[in-house]
C-alpha cells in the first residue's frame, strides 16, 4: 500500500538556523499538508497545498515557514531561523481528490524535530 | 472555530475489555477521521468516518453527524491497542485543514 514517507525521521539543530523537513506524498494525490505536534499536545495545522501554491494556512505559519514543490514529488517545509519552541514533531499528509473534504488524509511518520 | 472535545482524557484496561471512545464536535463537519499515535509517534489511520458505521476487525466506529458525535469501539483490547487516539474533523466552509481534539490516552494492561 503506498504511503507518505518523511525525511529525516529525527534532526536536532541550534537556535537560529535553518532547516528544511522532507516529505513524498502518495503519487496522484492533489492535497498536500503540514501539520505539528508538540510534545505532549494535540496535532495543530500549519498549512495546506494545492496546485504549487498555499491554499490555506495557520496563524503559526509565520513567514518564518514556507514550503515548495520543488519536483513531482517531493514536498518540504522550511523553516529560515528556528526558535526553542519550533520543537515538535512535524507531520506530513497527502489528501487524493481534487475536492478536499472528500476524502482520507494519509499522514507520514513525522520528523521530530529538536532546537538547542 | 470549531471545537473538538474527546473523552475520556486518559483510560485504563485490562486485555480483553471492551471500550468506547467519545468525540464531540461543535459544527457540521465534511470529514472525520479516528487516528491511533502508537509509542513512536506515528498517526495511523483507523477510520474515515464523516457519517455511518464502519468496522474494521476488533474497532469499529460510528458517526452520528446530525447529533455531532462520534464513538470509537474497541474490543477484545490488546496492549498493543495502548497509546493516544485522536479525533479529527474537517469543518465546513471550504477550510480543507483537519481539527484535532485533545486525545484519549488508552493504556491496556496485561
Known amino acids: 500500500e503506498p504511503e507518505v514517507t518523511q525525511t529525516p525521521s529525527h534532526q536536532v539543530t541550534q537556535m537560529g538556523q535553518e532547516v528544511i523537513l522532507r516529505c513524498v506524498p502518495i503519487?496522484?494525490?492533489?492535497?498536500f499538508y503540514w501539520y505539528r505536534q508538540i510534545l505532549g499536545q494535540k496535532v495543530e495545522f500549519l498549512v495546506s497545498?494545492?496546485?504549487?501554491?498555499?491554499?490555506?494556512k495557520s496563524e503559526i505559519f509565520d513567514d518564518q515557514f514556507s514550503v515548495e514543490r520543488p519536483d513531482g514529488s517531493n514536498f518540504t517545509l522550511k523553516i529560515r531561523s528556528t526558535k526553542l519552541e519550533d520543537s515538535a514533531m512535524y507531520f506530513c499528509?497527502?489528501?487524493?481528490?481534487?475536492?478536499?473534504?472528500?476524502?482520507?488524509?494519509?499522514f507520514g511518520p513525522g520528523t521530530r524535530l529538536t532546537v538547542l | 472555530g470549531i471545537q473538538v472535545e474527546q473523552s475520556p482524557p486518559d483510560l485504563i484496561l485490562q486485555e480483553g475489555a471492551n471500550s468506547t471512545l467519545r468525540c464531540n464536535f461543535s459544527?457540521?463537519?465534511?470529514?472525520l477521521q479516528w487516528f491511533h499515535q502508537n509509542p513512536w509517534g506515528q498517526l495511523i489511520n483507523l477510520f474515515y468516518?464523516?457519517?455511518g458505521t464502519k468496522q474494521n476487525g476488533r474497532l469499529s466506529a460510528t458517526t452520528v453527524a446530525t447529533e455531532r458525535y462520534s464513538l470509537l469501539y474497541i474490543s477484545s483490547s490488546q496492549t498493543t491497542d495502548s497509546g493516544v487516539y485522536f479525533c479529527?474533523?474537517?469543518?465546513?466552509?471550504?477550510?480543507?485543514?483537519?481539527?484535532f481534539g485533545k486525545g484519549t490516552k488508552l493504556t491496556v494492561n496485561p
Open positions: 497545498f494545492y496546485n504549487n501554491e498555499i491554499s490555506e
Open positions: 468516518i464523516p457519517s
Open positions: 459544527d457540521s463537519v465534511n470529514n
Open positions: 479529527a474533523v474537517e469543518p465546513p466552509g471550504g477550510s480543507e485543514k483537519l481539527v
Open positions: 503519487s496522484n494525490h492533489l492535497y
Open positions: 499528509a497527502s489528501q487524493p481528490l481534487g475536492l478536499a473534504g472528500t476524502d482520507t488524509q494519509y
